[in-house]
């Protein structure tokens, strides 16, 4: 814990200076944009900005995680509370609150039980097409307010904010960073710099709207914010609590799978140490702050997390700074806030989602592995047809699907010695002799209940493929590990060899398997015997066969 | 289809009629009794013990299978059907031919999606926590109707009842076989007769109702039974349609699961073959077949099915003899079933479950892997805490979680080269030279998203623990696949270890891995080579080292 600070050099501040500041920048407009998609008032998003990364500095192990709302977890904040409470209303605000903590609880938890793993229950291609499929989600909930009414009959003023505050955003994205480095600056802070868009983007709507006075005109606004820090108010009811307690456990699910894939993009990037079980505890303990501070449920963005990187941020100070400038402006004058106009907040979500729209992923799966593919499809049609929460579902049956199917379909190779030699190899492949009445076997995978009745199965197809074998060799070098189910399968093949008068043999047992068997009782009770080598099977086998003849 | 009615021999003939007298006769009570379970009126039991079977003999693969109903599946009726309609009514008796069907559609659909891996999504210690966990709720459910009343205030005839067949069908399990086998018969004679001890105790206590006319002296007795066969009326609300969806998909995975292990237990006895997809098609229209004959959610069960293999079952010619045997007893008067007594039936249900609290795969568990041994407990509780249905849920996750954990534990080896030879070998195992500036490691696991982060962390952390290695050489010869997830992953590791100036290495990549690879456009990014061998690749990577001091 706070390692970072302890260790601090000074070389480190002005990264962290200039990276906070861009930061904080970027996400005045990101949190009130997100905060909008949850639908809660914007100045909710500020709030869950601040007690949030400070939190994480204190026990997270990434070095330049930003944390803070993000749109996949705000819809499925809106999701979650949509049904209970109106958008915008005190109660949505409560309920959001109460939200964060029962993710924070629930990741606090799985990090003191050390669940780690749980990060790796998505795959890729699913991750891929969940993200996609909710960034469609959240670009189309913003629709309406981006023409300020619906688009087949817009409310012009609105629309023409809305659609001028796209264009410019879209614009700056494609050009401006290389606007910046053409006039001069390095390409780096060009990049840098050309994040801020949106904050630029936001400022000018508001000043427009105050000049053209468009408020009275129509064109929805922001409203009065509240000055001054938010107080906690969580009184609501045990059923309230109930309602919410499945859709936390889900938030709280994707706020790790977030956050960890951005950070250990970063990580890698510059050979840095992740320690999920820490990132668990640094989210968790993070959404109860967002909790105690009227936010709502929060995680790490590789959107931002990558600015925060890019801009130079070395030690979570860059986060601690940011945090402490949205604090300053949230008790300085708020007034100004009460006029940004919601259109332009609405072409923000719409410009940074299209940034998650990357279908690479599903390319390369198309190409590399079509069951992969075919997992992304599904994920992201289950995220449009069910929603985003039944998404997270999908995703996790269809990456264990995938998995699982993989699993059923082991490769055993039928080995052979290659004349003259000590080597066995895969009659298939080699030019390799075998003997009928020993059957020698290789099987590459790792034994587990995945697998295990498909490897049964196969082995049951050799030996009728094999009528004249007496001795069966299990050729164990690809098998790193067999588990108690797999245990019980070999027992029962061993079993059913017997009373066929089938010898059921061992070869090349790695150590580790070895010591592990020799805790049951399967040695014991084996058929047959355990050899070092499969040459030595083979030879013990054919000399014994020989002189039975 | 039928192929074993095509090749049918004589010489099967007495077997399979034996058996179908047996299994008839051992039916007829347990039918009735897991109707009681299910919350439906005993003939229920009846009317799902002779479409389901036949149906099952036309499309199943097994040759000894016997479906109908089952303990555990009815107890999932019950908690499915329990919340919309009172037990024994006749809207519980629509919505159980009505949960038959959706489970009956979802194993029809998914057996012609091809979907049969989805047996293996169980492992073995978390099915056998499930079912102890399960048949103690059973016997549990049943200790009322045991006793007439609650048994601290027993109904005194119906207890005596209850208690007396519950000691006579104990003693029968734990004697019988023994006693005919003394008295002459042939053990497995002796065996198969010993499970009609309940028909005879049902029959008995039918008998000693009607004597003593206990059924006046308040004794629940099951009542009248409509003669004749049942109609179909399946005229329920869209919203009872709706709430039996999801109870439905559990019940058609269970029935799946329990009929799978039942089947591949007997199969694998005499090396005959199943095929899981043709299982799924033969149960899906067992359950639509229940459906239609006003019966519940069906399927084959590890205990009767036993039996008729014991009994000499040959072909699924045994379980249409059964069937119409049944159907012979329906259209026969029926009078006397109406003073079957209920203790008596649930006597017969509790020893039944009694059978199935095996806490053997606990104790294997335990002494072999500790982890197989706690997703045994948490599952058992889990059932137990939350029923049967959750249960399943719980059962799932932990299966998945165990094999996610385990995953996220690869084995890496560092290989050095034992010194005169070409051979590399695991330093921490075998005296073997290293050099300083090439790396190699030996992955020992297939690559996929489950453990693709935690091998790339190791991989850093020996990159750390080696700082002078210029060169990364991955020995690839566990490794027999790598999923789009993982693919990305290594082109994510060499993109970082390029700009860290390390050079990324593959030796000994397995034919099918490579022929993949080439897919992909990994070999033509990769900061180094791929070599046939470790050996080459040490040879080539220290000479050119050589050359560069």
Redesign the interface.
């Known amino acids: 814990m706070l390692d970072w600070l302890k260790g601090y050099r000074r070389a480190a501040l002005p990264g962290d200076v200039g990276a906070g500041i861009v930061v904080a920048m970027m996400m005045i407009p990101q949190g009130m944009a997100y905060a909008l998609v949850a639908g809660l008032p914007p100045v909710a998003g500020l709030y869950a900005s601040i007690l949030p990364p400070l939190v994480y500095a204190l026990f997270g192990s990434s070095m330049t995680q930003s944390v803070g709302p993000m749109a996949i977890v705000s819809l499925m904040t809106a999701a979650a509370i949509g049904p209970l409470a109106a958008p915008g209303s005190g109660l949505a605000t409560v309920l959001a609150a109460q939200l964060a903590l029962v993710a924070g609880a629930m990741l606090l938890l799985c990090g003191l039980l050390r669940l780690?793993?749980?990060?790796?229950?998505?795959?890729?291609?699913v991750m891929s097409g969940f993200t996609v499929g909710a960034s469609l989600l959240i670009a189309w909930g913003q629709v309406k307010a981006l023409f300020g009414a619906s688009p087949l009959h817009p409310h012009l003023p609105s629309a023409l904010l809305g659609i001028g505050s796209l264009v410019a955003l879209v614009l700056a994205r494609s050009h401006l960073s290389k606007l910046l480095h053409r006039a001069g600056l390095r390409k780096n802070l060009a990049d840098v710099l050309s994040k801020l868009a949106p904050m630029v983007v936001v400022l000018a709507a508001t000043a427009l709207v105050a000049a053209l006075d468009l408020g009275t005109q129509g064109v929805a606004v922001t409203g009065p914010v509240p000055t001054g820090l938010p107080r906690l108010n969580l009184a609501t009811s045990g059923e309230h609590w109930r309602a919410l307690l499945q859709p936390g456990l889900l938030i709280g699910f994707v706020v790790f799978l977030m956050s960890?894939s951005a950070a250990?993009?970063l990580a890698?990037?510059r050979?840095e140490?992740?320690v999920s079980n820490r990132e668990l505890v640094g989210l968790g303990a993070a959404n109860v702050a967002s909790m105690f501070s009227g936010g709502f449920p929060v995680t790490g963005s590789l959107s931002r997390s990558a600015v925060n990187f890019a801009a130079g941020a070395n030690t979570p100070l860059a986060s601690v700074l940011s945090a402490l400038l949205l604090a300053l402006a949230l008790v300085l004058p708020t007034g100004w806030l009460a006029l940004l106009p919601l259109p332009t907040l609405a072409a923000t979500i719409i410009v940074a989602v299209l940034g998650m729209l990357e279908l690479d992923?599903l390319k390369?799966?198309w190409?590399?592995?079509r069951a992969?593919?075919l997992a992304w499809i599904v994920t992201f049609l289950g995220v449009l047809a069910l929603g985003v929460e039944a998404g997270v579902v999908v995703g996790v049956v269809l990456?264990?699907g995938?998995?699982?199917?993989?699993?059923?379909r082991p490769?055993i190779a039928v080995l052979g010695r290659i004349p003259g030699t000590e080597h066995f190899r895969n009659v298939d492949?080699y030019a390799a002799t075998t003997c009928a009445t020993v059957l020698i076997l290789r099987i590459?995978?790792?034994l587990?209940?995945?697998?295990v009745?498909?490897v049964?199965?196969k082995i049951?197809?050799e030996?009728?493929e094999h009528p004249g074998a007496r001795h069966l060799v299990l050729t164990m070098?690809?098998v790193?590990?067999i588990?108690?189910?797999a245990?019980?399968a070999l027992a029962?093949?061993n079993a059913?060899l017997r009373?066929?008068g089938i010898g059921l043999h061992l070869a090349e047992v790695?150590?580790?398997v070895m010591d592990?068997l020799r805790?049951?009782s399967l040695p014991d009770v084996l058929n047959g015997r355990i050899f070092l080598s499969t040459a030595m099977a083979s030879d013990h086998l054919n000399e014994q066969q020989g002189n039975h003849r």
């Open positions: 780690g793993f749980l990060a790796n229950f998505f795959s890729r291609p960890m250990q993009t890698q990037k050979g140490k992740l992923t390369t799966a190409r590399y592995d992969d593919a990456s264990m995938t998995l699982i199917w993989r699993a059923s490769h492949r590459d995978a790792n587990f209940f995945g697998n009745e498909s049964t199965e049951e197809d030996l009728r070098t690809a790193s590990s588990d108690t189910t245990l019980f029962e093949l059913s009373t066929r790695k150590g580790p592990r805790a049951s």
